[in-house]
């Protein structure tokens, strides 16, 4: 287990204290990888939110440039960096925020060629993308590397949160078998909105990380925010599911088997 130093110490003092966290479960979040995927409102908030618990590497994954239209929710982000690639000002913040923790920025959207490689060093993966296209990449990378992924998406004033652990959870094909046709641009959002749901998606990571209450495995959380209210529901585990489905685990012990 990696120790802990005295700065350290004394910046999570406060965490620490929680009954069931203790230094052990500093421990774990220090030794920890999370990537981050569409680094937003929602994906920038909850990078914020695991820096300052002490996630000891960032991996943040996201194209493209700022907008001014951005800024009413994206909370690492500053006025003069509008028009810059949005990833890079994230790593500069969070850095500034903790320096005892490492970011890395990757200036690309999730593809099948770099969603491998990313999911395979990663402990967690947290799926914020703007996209299904990106986020049923990362769910099959998931499920594939046997990597937990929090799943979190918005919409308007909507909200779903689940946490899918591949081979004990339903994954996001079994919740999702017809993608929605999601226009990035089509839909408004509030910053305290995104905001919300990327602190319990933060929160999720760091159970999961940590080891310490209970995440939402096998339950979808779903938010009617400007109602507040909330509900869980189980949703279904397809045995036949085309990405984490029972007939995918035993082709890939006859396509093992053959060679």
Same mark, same amino acid.
């Given at each position: 287990?990696? %120790? !802990?130093?005295?700065?350290?110490?004394?910046?999570?003092?406060?965490?620490?204290? !929680?009954?069931?966290?203790?230094?052990?479960?500093? /421990?774990?979040?220090?030794?920890? =990888? +999370?990537?981050?995927?569409?680094? &937003?409102?929602?994906?920038?908030?909850?990078? !914020?939110?695991?820096?300052?618990?002490? +996630?000891?590497?960032?991996?943040?994954? #996201?194209?493209?440039?700022?907008?001014?239209?951005d800024m009413n929710r994206q909370v690492l982000m500053t006025d003069d960096w509008v028009n810059k690639p949005r990833v890079f000002k994230a790593k500069e913040t969070l850095e500034a925020i903790n320096p005892d923790i490492q970011v890395e920025a990757i200036c690309e959207y999730i593809n099948s060629e770099n969603v491998d490689q990313l999911v395979r060093v990663?402990?967690?993966?947290?799926?914020?993308?703007? %996209?299904?296209?990106?986020?049923?990449?990362?769910?099959?990378?998931c499920v594939r590397w046997k990597i937990p992924m929090v799943e979190a998406a918005m919409n308007d004033?909507?909200?779903?949160? =689940?946490?899918?652990?591949?081979? /004990? =959870?339903?994954?996001?094909?079994?919740?999702?078998?017809?993608?929605? %046709?999601?226009? #990035?641009? &089509?839909?408004?959002?509030?910053?305290?909105?995104?905001?919300?749901?990327?602190?319990?998606?933060?929160?999720?990571?760091?159970?999961?990380?940590?080891?310490?209450?209970?995440?939402?495995l096998s339950q979808l959380l779903t938010m009617d925010l400007g109602r507040l209210e909330f509900a869980k529901r189980r949703p279904y585990h397809d045995p036949d599911c085309p990405v984490c489905g029972k007939q995918v685990e035993v082709a890939k012990s006859l396509l093992a088997t053959a060679g």
């Open positions: 287990m990696i %120790n !802990l130093t005295p700065t350290e110490l004394e910046r999570y003092r406060r965490q620490i204290m !929680l009954p069931g966290f203790g230094e052990a479960a500093q /421990q774990r979040l220090k030794a920890s =990888t +999370v990537l981050v995927t569409g680094v &937003g409102g929602l994906g920038g908030t909850a990078a !914020l939110y695991l820096a300052v618990a002490g +996630v000891g590497r960032l991996i943040l994954v #996201r194209g493209g440039e700022l907008r001014l239209d990663a402990d967690v993966a947290l799926d914020c993308a703007h %996209n299904f296209d990106e986020r049923n990449l990362l769910n099959a990378a004033m909507e909200a779903y949160l =689940t946490t899918i652990v591949p081979g /004990q =959870t339903p994954c996001l094909s079994c919740i999702f078998p017809e993608k929605p %046709n999601w226009d #990035r641009r &089509g839909f408004g959002v509030l910053g305290a909105v995104s905001g919300t749901l990327a602190c319990l998606t933060a929160l999720e990571a760091i159970k999961l990380i940590a080891g310490v209450g209970e995440p939402l």
